[in-house]
T-cell receptor, first 115, second 112 residues
Framework: KAGVTQTPRYLIKTRGQQVTLSCSPI?????VSWYQQTPGQGLQFLFE???????NKGNFPGRFSGRQFSNSRSEMNVSTLELGDSALYLC??????????????FGPGTRLTVL | DAKTTQPPSMDCAEGRAANLPCNHS???????VYWYRQIHSQGPQYIIH???NNETNEMASLIITEDRKSSTLILPHATLRDTAVYYC?????????????FGKGTRLHILP
């Protein structure tokens, strides 16, 4: 099976702009989670989508949003970019169901730089 | 907050077994122990997980103590490509809360 793919791999934006990142999960996986990784804060959970619904959310401001499509592909959006949003954004998919979780598999990440 | 404690760094000679410890003294009966590793600037890679029995796969072995308060990840014959940050995580087995809380992990240096 193909792994989790993320596009683009690298992105440079300026403050105040918005950005959309894309994630394609492993075939058959219905759960997609997003994480932010920075040198100072480490890996932090953003949100999780399952069957097109946000099921879990971390402690990030409303500028961070996401959605999931019927084919389980997911996008996350960051509006009004700040310098502190520069990070590696990781997507992970799993075959989690309604009442159980399963191993999460991560994509290679999107490196976002905000100037 | 992460529910695990790991040493910040470790060294291991190439070809030797690397034993990475993890403390999870507050683990609940329905929580699994998961291990991931992250090679510089790549996405975390799943290694292995277990509940209470020892587990082995093609990458590593996981030894969980009988009281489940600690575990050890064993890479049997470490190579330079095993240099990475290793994360030990506990996750509830049956829960709709499908997120992972990462700690700082252990930075493993494989020495030639």
């Amino acid at each position: 099976k193909a792994g989790v793919t993320q596009t683009p791999r690298y992105l440079i934006k300026t403050r105040g702009q918005q950005v959309t990142l894309s994630c394609s999960p492993i075939s058959g996986h219905r759960s997609v989670s997003w994480y932010q990784q920075t040198p100072g804060q480490g890996l932090q959970f953003l949100f999780e989508y399952f069957s097109e619904t946000q099921r879990n959310k971390g402690n990030f401001p409303g500028r961070f949003s996401g959605r999931q499509f019927s084919n389980s592909r997911s996008e996350m959006n960051v509006s009004t970019l700040e310098l502190g949003d520069s990070a590696l954004y990781l997507c992970a998919s799993s075959s989690a169901g309604e009442l159980f979780i399963d191993t999460q598999y991560f994509g290679p990440g999107t490196r976002l730089t905000v100037l | 907050d992460a529910k695990t404690t790991q040493p910040p760094s470790m060294d291991c000679a190439e070809g030797r077994a690397a034993n990475l410890p993890c403390n999870h003294s507050t683990i609940s009966g329905n929580e699994y122990v998961y291990w991931y590793r992250q090679i510089h600037s790549q996405g975390p890679q799943y290694i292995i997980h277990g509940l209470k029995n020892n587990e082995t796969n093609e990458m590593a072995s996981l030894i969980i103590t009988e009281d489940r308060k600690s575990s050890t990840l064993i890479l049997p014959h470490a190579t330079l490509r095993d240099t990475a940050v290793y994360y030990c995580i506990v996750r509830v087995a049956i829960n709709r809360d499908d997120k992972i809380i990462f700690g700082k992990g252990t930075r493993l240096h494989i020495l030639p």
